[in-house]
C-alpha cells in the first residue's frame, strides 16, 4: 500500500536526508520519497503495524503528523533532526 502524510517541521533538504534515511531502515517500508515544498512523505508499506511504525519514527525524529500536538520540544529535535541529515 501506498501513503502520503502531510508532517510538521519539514523544511530543507537535510530534513528531508535524515527522513529518508530513517524510513529506508524500517522494514516493511520502501519506496520512501519526501516533498519538502509540500511537507509530505510517501512510501510503501506491508501492514498497519509498518504504518505505525512510520508514525512514531517520524514524530520521535521530530516530525510529526500535521494536525498532531507540535511541542517547543519536538520542533527542538527536528532541527536537530535537520543538522544531521546536512552532515550525512
Known amino acids: 500500500m501506498t501513503k502520503t ?3 510538521q517541521n519539514l523544511k530543507c533538504s537535510g530534513c528531508a536526508n535524515t527522513i529518508l534515511t530513517k524510513l ?3 522494514d516493511k517500508v520502501s519506496g520512501v520519497t ?7 512523505v510517501t512510501f510503501d508499506y506491508q501492514d498497519d503495524f509498518a504504518l505505525h511504525e512510520v508514525k512514531e519514527t517520524l514524530k520521535s525524529n521530530g516530525y510529526p503528523e500535521e494536525g498532531e500536538n507540535n ?3 519536538t520542533k527542538a529535535k527536528s532541527f536537530v533532526s535537520c543538522a544531521i541529515g546536512k552532515m550525512n
Open 5 to 7: 502524510l502531510n508532517i
Open 24 to 26: 529506508s531502515n524500517l
Open 34 to 40: 519526501v516533498d519538502v515544498e509540500n511537507n509530505s
Open 71 to 73: 511541542p517547543l520540544v
